[in-house]
């Protein structure tokens, strides 16, 4: 039998997440403008706009008391911010230009070196760093570590960030976006109320910006309810990170190729590693695979154990000790993926949630600063007196302004790198090499990808190949969910959505691609399929079920991982 | 917790706020305490925290004391807030022990689900600190003379205005985990949720209470107030018997403080065995009737 994953729907529809407004007028929850997600994005944005109400006091004065908020369902910014990171600081000088903040922003320094390699399971041949792959200048940063910053920055410009706060529903009506509703806190696993119940809010505002990051809840309805999908359906990757403490110092940036995945275009596996120095005495390591494997037995968080077996990275390692993980979902699908349009009336779409991101270059930090920057100017304009956000169209210029800047460019370069992997490393990376040579425009020809759920799944021994833990270099998954930080409350209701009967296969899937061990496989029935047991507290919200068939929806506010150095 | 504070030097007194509790006072002294201040009061007898914050504020300000510990309760932990509200004090709280260095009072905090213990002190006085119940043994100490004072409390209107209406107890049979000196607690290797009945017997043995681990409890085997680990109830027990348990880390968390911990598990690569005081590897369901049997001979 041929199982795919999309033949599971979840038990969820998008219409669930949109709603009007139900608190009376005189309790809902007032602003200027509301940003969804305290990240890079949603942060810049707020920045941006604390200047510009800043130089424009009457403006600022019309938007009310709270002219500017921001809602971060994670413990605090920077909560659920996870990444390698090398960032472009292209962006961010533009958001602090001629002010002592740029130097303030927190970094591990600028790339000096680099290398990249080429693994096979004995051996690592090093390559050339292709040019979409070329660091030197950027910044390492953690981006947990940035975003708590910016959100400090954002705190000082006037803007108010709310965190522990879930975004649960995108309040539309009269045909425009009027602001979110939250999530209760404090309701028991079956929805009942339990002591201390505090009900949801409506947050109603002029400007709704979504800069959810990846798999964004509100911007898949959004797109949904306005009708925004792109050409092609979005993909995504997943990544699962480590932070090492180490007793030498690394000195440049690494990049892996090849094993431990597999070449053949069968597997569906595509990938890679990093392993950036975060100064003197640590490391950040992680592996990246996109979402469009096959194998069941297929576990990014194994792979990334079987790799920190190569000699070249034990000899990073040696003598060192691990001190944070996390895992998060890379959107990939690019240029052919992008939304329609990235507003609609009353509504911006920013950042990754926007589908913001440079595979090739593994780069989308500055394309959320420069989008949150852009969707601040462009909300301020359309607050300016005589214009309307709830006009349609009037938010038409941010798309203009993002299509000539260098975002859009950038990715319309890099359009069909991603997806020609399909066909293989090899095949891939020639028509790869090809594309960067002529920035894009040969070979003459536009290549699909399928959706992330749509593959078939097959099963091979993968798993035999994954190292037994030993607690020193390899860990199993419920010791890195610890390292999370993850301390969800377990009897809230769950906010992952699947279907609980499915094929053995499908339930194995889920069971090997989750990183925080959510999934269990529970009793078979007489017609083979199985139930899929569910730890919905362990989960640190990557966002890989969505990608493979389920659907991940916020938990209570505050819940997840607690990141501070990823 | 009278005989830690003995240990640290300096006077130590106890304070006893209740209705008809004077008898009790000389046992305070046994176990360390040179002074006694007692207030016998029917204002005191319902377990409301405001009163008490008066009374003892009071203490502060009269006798001039620098120090108050407490031991971890729900009501313990109301007063000691309210207290540091009242006084403008410094309140560290999960203490696990204190200790006087070179004159200077530091307390042991445990933090980040128990993986690291950390030093806290007080800027100023009156300091305040609440311990986690379980952090000390009672210690006796001959002190020869303990001097008992009886005082009158102040207390405030608004301190009055909440009243008791009802108490209830949570129907239990046994102690509760919190505050059993004997844990026996169940987890996956359990099998069946019918087989909790096995260590309800073991426990009922022992005077102790029946825990569970994570994995159970979502499965809907035993009740969630049982839950031991990061995100249930952290114990610290005599005894810990674990039982078809397999020792994450989360579970790890919430009991590694038991004085001994003793683990029942079919697989001997469990990760229990590497921080249990004594393992044990084989069947619980043949070993924990046995046990029960034998720990039932013994006591009759």
């Known amino acids: 039998m041929t199982v795919r994953p999309v033949d599971y729907p979840p038990p969820f529809a998008p219409s669930e997440a949109i709603a009007a407004p139900t608190d009376p007028v005189s309790q809902r929850i007032e602003v200027g403008v509301l940003i969804v997600g305290a990240g890079p994005a949603g942060l810049a944005c707020a920045i941006r706009l604390g200047q510009l109400l800043e130089d424009s006091p009457e403006t600022a004065e019309r938007l009310g008391e709270v002219p500017v908020a921001v809602v971060e369902k994670g413990k605090s910014p920077g909560s659920h911010l996870l990444s390698g990171a090398v960032v472009n600081p292209r962006a961010l000088r533009r958001l602090f230009r001629g002010s002592p903040l740029l130097d303030g922003v927190p970094t591990y320094g600028e790339v000096h070196g680099e290398a990249v390699y080429l693994l096979t399971k004995g051996a690592s041949l090093r390559i050339p760093p292709p040019p979409t792959m070329r660091n030197h200048g950027n ?18 410009g006037g803007a108010a960030v709310l965190p522990e706060t879930d975004a649960q529903k995108l309040l539309v009506a009269d045909g425009r976006v009027q602001g979110i509703r939250t999530g209760d806190k404090g309701l028991g696993r079956d929805g009942t109320p339990l002591g201390a119940h505090e009900l949801g809010s409506d947050i109603v505002a002029k400007v709704t910006v979504l800069a959810e990051g990846t798999q964004g809840h509100l911007t898949g309805a959004a797109v949904d309810r306005f009708g925004l999908e792109g050409e092609q359906p979005q993909i995504w990757a997943l990544g699962v990170k480590e932070v090492w403490k180490v007793p030498r110092p690394l000195r440049h940036v690494v990049h892996t190729m090849g094993w431990p995945l597999r070449k053949r275009a069968r597997y569906g596996e595509f990938g890679g590693s990093f392993i950036y120095p975060m100064g003197d005495d640590m490391v950040s390591l992680g592996f990246v695979a996109g979402l469009e494997y096959r194998d ?40 052919h993926a992008l939304p329609k349009r990235f507003h609609a009336p009353g509504l911006l779409l920013a950042g990754e949630s926007a589908g913001l991101v440079n595979v090739p270059t593994l780069k989308g930090i500055h394309y959320a600063v420069e989008s949150g920057i852009m969707a601040a100017e462009a909300a301020f304009r359309s607050l300016q007196r005589g214009e309307s956000p709830a006009r349609p169209g009037a938010f038409a210029s941010y798309d203009d302004e993002l299509r000539a800047s260098y975002v859009l460019r950038d990715l319309r370069e890099v359009r069909n790198m991603r997806q020609v992997f399909d066909k293989g490393f090899l095949v891939g990376g020639a028509l790869a090499s090809a594309m960067t040579v002529t920035k894009g425009k040969l070979p003459p020809k536009e290549f699909g990808s399928e959706a992330n759920a749509d593959r078939t799944l097959i099963r091979t021994d993968r798993a035999a190949r994954y190292p037994k833990p030993d607690g020193k270099l390899t860990f199993d998954k419920l010791s890195s969910v610890f390292l999370s930080g993850n301390r969800t409350r377990d009897d809230q209701p769950s906010h992952i ?16 691609m989750c990183p925080a061990q959510v999934y269990e496989l529970g009793a078979e029935d007489d017609d083979g399929t199985v139930h899929v047991d569910v730890n919905p507290s362990n989960c640190v919200q990557c966002g890989a079920i969505t990608a493979k068939g389920g659907r991940l929806t916020p938990p209570e506010g505050g819940s997840g991982p607690e990141y501070t150095l990823t | 917790m009278l005989g830690k504070a003995a240990s640290l030097g300096g006077d130590v007194a106890g304070v006893l706020l209740g209705s008809g509790v004077e008898g009790l006072a000389h046992q305070a002294g046994i176990y360390g305490a040179a ?41 313990a932990a109301d007063i000691a807030a309210g207290l540091a509200a009242r006084l403008d004090a410094g309140l560290n709280w999960q203490l696990t022990d204190i200790a006087a260095d070179s004159g200077t009072l530091v307390g042991k905090q445990s933090a980040l689900g128990d993986s690291v213990v950390v030093d806290v002190g007080w800027k100023t006085t009156p300091r305040i600190g609440l311990f986690r119940s379980g952090a000390f043994d009672p210690v006796e100490r001959a002190t020869g003379q303990t ?21 209830a107890h949570a129907e239990e049979s046994g102690p509760s985990i919190e505050d059993a000196n004997v844990i026996v607690a169940g987890g996956r290797g359990l099998g069946e949720p019918e087989k909790f009945g096995l260590l309800e017997e073991l426990a009922k043995a022992l005077g102790g209470a029946v825990a569970a681990t994570r994995a159970v409890v979502d499965a809907g085997w035993y009740p969630y107030s049982t839950q031991v680990g990061q995100t249930g109830k952290s114990v610290s027990p005599t005894l810990y018997i674990a039982c078809g348990i397999s020792g994450a880390i989360q579970h790890k968390v919430g ?38 049997e034998l720990v039932r001979a013994r006591k009759s």
Do not use: C
């Not at chain 1, 000699?311 to 944070?324: C, H, S, T």
């Not at chain 1, 959505?497 to 090997?512: D, F, S, T």
């Not at chain 2, 369901?285 to 046990?291: E, G, N, Q, R, T």
């Open chain 1, 139 to 156: 910044w390492i940063v953690s981006v947990s570590q940035l975003g708590r910053f910016l959100a400090e920055q954002a705190e000082a």
């Open chain 2, 147 to 167: 001097q008992i004072q009886t005082f009158e409390p102040e207390l405030q209107e608004f301190s009055l205005a909440a009243e008791m209406v009802e108490q």
């Open chain 1, 296 to 335: 069941v037995e297929f576990s990014v968080h194994d792979v990334l154990q079987e790799f920190k077996t190569h000699r070249l990275v034990r000899k990073i390692l040696a003598g060192g000790e691990r001190i944070a993980w996390g895992a998060k979902t890379i959107t990939e699908g690019g240029f």
């Open chain 2, 255 to 292: 009991m590694q403080s038991s004085k001994t911990i003793v683990a029942i598990n079919k697989d001997p690569n469990a990760p229990i065995f590497e921080f249990a005081d004594l393992g044990v590897v084989g069947d619980l369901h043949a070993i924990v009737p046995k046990l029960t």
């Open chain 1, 497 to 512: 959505r699947i279907q609980r009967r499915v094929p053995r296969e499908l339930a194995e899937l889920w069971v090997n």
């Open chain 2, 35 to 75: 002074t006694v201040y007692v207030a016998d009061d029917a204002r005191l007898e319902a377990p409301l925290p405001q009163p008490r914050v008066d009374a003892i504020a009071q203490l502060v300000g009269e006798q001039g004391i620098e120090t108050v510990l407490f031991a971890q309760s729900i009501l």
